[in-house]
């Protein structure tokens, strides 16, 4: 969520870089964050080869700033 916060759109490849994570670990997650509404997958071809987009829907953006939130307000508590 935080890759996809500061972007407009990332695909899968440069996700699963920048997580360190397998494919199958990372289609697991998004497939997850697709499933609640945060996310959405766009999938294509460019050049004959598949491609897959990924960003942030509004209800994911606005959970993300929620849970910065509350992240910030347990920070501040202690």
Do not use: C, W
């Not at 990332?10 to 945060?38: I, R, V, W």
Request: cysteine-free; hydrophobic content about 35%.
């Amino acid at each position: 969520m935080t890759q996809l916060y500061v972007v407009e759109s990332a695909d899968f490849l440069f996700l699963q870089h920048q997580l360190q994570m397998t494919p199958g670990n990372l289609s697991s997650h998004l497939s997850k964050l697709e499933e609640a509404g945060y996310v959405q997958v766009v999938k294509e071809f460019i050049e004959r080869k598949p491609h897959t987009a990924l960003k942030l829907t509004k209800k994911g953006r606005g959970a993300f700033k929620e849970y910065q939130h509350n992240l910030r307000q347990v920070f501040s508590d202690l």
